[in-house]
Nanobody
Framework: QVQLVESGGGLVQPGGSLRLSCAAS????????MTWVRQAPGKGLEWVSN????????SYTDSVKGRFTISRDNAKNTLYLQMNSLKPEDTALYYC????????????WGQGTQVTDSS
């Protein structure tokens, strides 16, 4: 079955960096666009970034442009999110999500990895 398992979250000081990973299994990873979505405490879901199946197309929400980089390694079935210059407002639960282009839906979600500002 489809599984998305995030890792790499933690406590980080403002200005620090983290790299999130998402290990995918149970489907042909290289055939799907992938997305990072986050949810800050007490707030709704926020789309952060996505990447095309081949990795050549990426997009970001304005608040993370220039600080976050999405990437993927299709040989390892792994999605990444490099987060630099972290701010307190980046504190959130970060989800790895599969985009299903046929139905235009986010059809599978990981369990999330927590990123917390330590200030």
């Amino acid at each position: 079955q489809v599984q998305l398992v995030e890792s790499g979250g933690g406590l980080v000081q403002p200005g620090g960096s983290l790299r999130l990973s998402c290990a995918a299994s149970g489907f042909t990873f290289s055939s799907y666009y992938m997305t990072w979505v986050r949810q800050a405490p007490g707030k709704g879901l926020e789309w952060v970034s996505n990447i095309s199946n081949g990795g050549d197309l990426t997009s970001y929400t304005d608040s993370v442009k220039g600080r976050f980089t999405i990437s993927r390694d299709n040989a390892k079935n792994t999605l990444y999110l490099q987060m630099n210059s972290l701010k307190p407002e980046d504190t959130a639960l970060y989800y790895c999500v599969r985009w299903q282009s046929d139905s235009r839906t986010y059809d599978y979600w990981g369990q999330g990895t927590q990123v917390t500002d330590s200030s």
